[in-house]
């Protein structure tokens, strides 16, 4: 009597799991997938690493903050040579218009916020909201 079960395809599930992930788009965006983000907390701060190689005019970058919901747009556009006769063979380069939209840990605030982009890195840092303002609803009554 064997202690280990007879599973054949166990050793296929990695496998199988790997190929769920790329072939189910709605699962996640290609954003999502070439463009990682790490979002950490201090105390005071919110800070956002994003890894967005390619961009190289800040007008092709947007950053819009609302509450606690950034969103982090652009446009990486495509490099080509000035030679008549260039044939591209292999492209594996991303180029065109991404969106990543992302809910940070806290309310933030927008005054102070700083963004710098080196070198493929994007870093903003955002001061916490300790009392995000209260807001009134009012109902209309018919």
């Known amino acids: 009597m064997s202690l280990i079960p007879r599973e054949p395809y166990r050793m296929f599930e990695p496998f199988w799991n790997e ?3 790329l072939m189910r788009p709605e699962r996640e965006t ?3 997938r ?3 983000v790490d979002i950490e907390e201090t105390q005071n701060k919110v800070l956002v690493t ?4 390619g961009i190289e005019k800040a007008e092709d970058l947007s950053i819009t903050l609302d509450e606690n919901r950034l969103l982090i747009q652009g446009e990486i556009r495509k490099t080509t040579f000035d030679e008549e006769e260039w044939v591209s063979h292999h ?3 991303y180029c065109g218009k991404f969106s990543r ?3 940070l840990p806290a309310m933030v ?3 102070g916020a700083q963004a710098s982009y080196k070198n493929g890195l994007l870093k903003l840092s955002f001061l916490k909201d300790p009392h995000p303002a209260a807001r009134r609803i009012d109902v209309d009554f018919h």
């Open 19 to 21: 190929m769920d992930r």
């Open 109 to 111: 605030k927008t005054d």
């Open 50 to 53: 994003a890894e967005i190689p």
């Open 91 to 93: 492209s594996e380069r």
């Open 34 to 36: 070439w463009y990682r």
């Open 30 to 32: 290609a954003s999502d």
């Open 101 to 103: 939209a992302l809910t």
